[in-house]
């Protein structure tokens, strides 16, 4: 069960990491961020133009100084493929670091707690990436610290919807750029679609819910809750993957028909960008090609023009 996240904070939004930083540093503050990532991964995220080996040094030195430890990713007949994260002295270590501040670490305590979320974490470093190297490819800013995974919301009566990440992206064209967040659900096709579906009724509670002051009677005019973090609500993109195409397409129509069927879904559809996609068309084209398909209905987009 994630752990309800702070308030979210702006970010530190860039392009990548600066090679002036010190790397060690940014591969403790990318596992605090997002929890679980392999050495490849490490590699696109904080230096796209670097090798393998370099990261490789770096984690097996944090790795004998007990900050950083991994699980094996069970892959037959292929390389070895390591799955690292913070120990405990690794969280400590890096909770005051700025990029992280108000974020509380999440430090996993063993292996075997390593490989319960490895699969579900790791498909979610992916989706990042193929939104950050799109960034890259066409000038726009999205790094290792605009996607905050696990970001909870109350949504009422003791209630909460948890994000499994909060993506901030800035499109740049020309003189104009446009601040765009999301929130983005992983599908690995573990769950039954209906519960997939059902996650939408769980964001139309956030965007009608206004807090209760305790003990007070309401303020009038407070508006919901959510404007207390963003500026317009942010879209909500669902990200598939873990079955074949036909069953991953009836999974899209099921969200689809909560938006048509459901009045709370729907008003949240009237106001709300709502899209999804599959992952391998994410890492294969791009977020910014057409594969999202608007879960309003119409042809597949891309997601800045759902």
């Known amino acids: 069960m994630p752990m309800p996240s702070p308030t979210p904070s702006t970010p530190a939004t860039s392009l990548a990491p600066s090679p002036a930083e010190s790397l060690r540093h940014q591969v403790l503050a990318a596992l605090a961020q997002h929890r679980i990532a392999t050495t490849n991964q490490l590699r696109r995220m904080l230096r796209p133009d670097g090798t393998r080996q370099l990261l490789s040094r770096v984690l097996n030195k944090l790795r004998s100084n007990g900050f950083v430890d991994f699980t094996v990713l069970p892959d037959a007949g292929r390389s070895r493929t390591n799955a690292w994260y913070l120990t405990h002295e690794g969280a400590r270590l890096t909770r005051d670091l700025p990029v992280l501040r108000g974020r509380p670490p999440y430090p996993i305590t063993s292996t075997t707690a390593a490989s319960l979320k490895t699969p579900h974490t790791l498909a979610a470093v992916r989706a990042h990436l193929a939104f950050a190297e799109d960034a890259r490819r066409l000038g726009h800013e999205h790094g290792p610290w605009d ?13 909460r919807v948890v994000a499994d990440a909060l993506m901030y992206y800035t499109v740049a064209e020309s003189e104009h750029r446009r601040k765009l967040r999301a929130f983005v659900e992983i599908d690995r096709s573990t769950m039954s679609s209906e519960r997939l579906a059902v996650k939408l009724i769980e964001y139309a509670r956030l965007f009608q819910h206004e807090a209760q002051p305790v003990g007070r009677r309401k303020p009038a005019g407070t508006g919901p809750a959510w404007l207390r973090w963003y500026p317009v609500f942010p879209r909500v993109l669902f990200v598939l993957t873990g079955a ?56 597949p987009r891309p997601w800045t023009e759902l």
């Not at 074949?244 to 559809?269: F, G, K, W």
């Not at 709300?272 to 791009?286: I, K, P, S, W, Y």
């Open 147 to 159: 996607w905050t995974p696990e970001v909870s919301h109350s949504i009422g009566e003791g209630e």
């Open 244 to 299: 074949s195409r036909t069953r991953l397409e009836n999974r899209m129509s099921d969200l689809q028909a909560m938006v048509a069927h459901h009045p709370l879904v729907a008003a949240l559809a009237s106001e709300v960008r709502l899209g999804a996609a599959v992952l391998e068309d994410l890492e294969q084209h791009g977020p910014a090609q057409p594969v999202w398909v608007p879960l309003t209905g119409g042809k």
